[in-house]
T-cell receptor, first 114, second 113 residues
Framework: QQQVKQSPQSLIVQKGGIPIINCAYE??????FPWYQQFPGKGPALLIA?????SEKKEGRFTISFNKSAKQFSLHIMDSQPGDSATYFC?????????????FGEGTQLTVNP | DGGITQSPKYLFRKEGQNVTLSCEQN?????MYWYRQDPGQGLRLIYY???????QKGDIAEGYSVSREKKESFPLTVTSAQKNPTAFYLC????????????FGEGSWLTVV
């Protein structure tokens, strides 16, 4: 019940394309869903996050779509650029009961070709 | 600049040795965390500390130990009991344990030789 399943494992798109990364969870107590971006040899950095009371959140070219009934959320990257090539992790936590203790998905390695 | 500093960046351990990874933060954050990253498995929580002199086991604490004697420091010891220690280790912190963004350090690579 604590798992977060992420797909696909890897993704290749052309510049300008819209890669979509999906995550699914089982535990309905999760109440905070962040996405992290990680470049090789670096630590992950928070990209965007959403709470389950909204269905969509947009920050720049990055959008999270959230489907509470399906227990799924996804990351869309508009007008993708080669500089977006990185590994993306979804995560979830139960802020009210477990604080900032995050459960991570397995990660998606995104490659954006020029 | 404020941030999280992990050292060393690369560390080699011989079989049967204990090694300690350093993590220092100057963000004045109360909570600190250690995660382990293996290819294709995401990040898994080893230990976390909500406040000085207090820490709790995460999901994969066996073979690891920590201390939190100072607010800014949260060292991780990988003991000889950890059977598969080769991994990328990430230290993180947040202002408080509840409801705040987690910030990560640059990571430390540990390889058993």
């Amino acid at each position: 019940q604590q798992q977060v399943k992420q797909s696909p494992q890897s993704l290749i798109v052309q510049k300008g394309g819209i890669p979509i990364i999906n995550c699914a969870y089982e535990n309905t107590a999760f109440d905070y869903f962040p996405w992290y971006q990680q470049f090789p040899g670096k630590g992950p950095a928070l990209l965007i996050a959403i709470r389950p009371d909204v269905s969509e959140k947009k920050e720049g070219r990055f959008t999270i779509s959230f489907n509470k009934s399906a227990k799924q959320f996804s990351l869309h990257i508009m007008d993708s650029q080669p500089g977006d090539s990185a590994t993306y992790f979804c995560a979830a936590s139960m802020i009210e009961t477990s604080g900032s203790r995050l459960t991570f998905g397995e990660g998606t390695q995104l490659t954006v070709n020029p | 600049d404020g941030g999280i500093t992990q050292s060393p960046k690369y560390l080699f351990r011989k079989e049967g040795q204990n090694v300690t990874l350093s993590c220092e933060q100057n963000l004045n954050h109360d909570a600190m965390y250690w995660y382990r990253q293996d290819p294709g498995q995401g990040l898994r929580l080893i230990y976390y500390s909500q406040i000085v002199n207090d820490f709790q086991k995460g999901d994969i604490a066996e073979g690891y130990s920590v201390s939190r004697e100072k607010k800014e420091s949260f060292p991780l010891t990988v003991t000889s009991a950890q059977k598969n220690p080769t991994a990328f280790y990430l230290c993180a912190s947040s202002i408080q344990f509840s409801g705040n963004t987690i910030y990560f350090g640059e990571g430390s690579w540990l390889t058993v030789v």
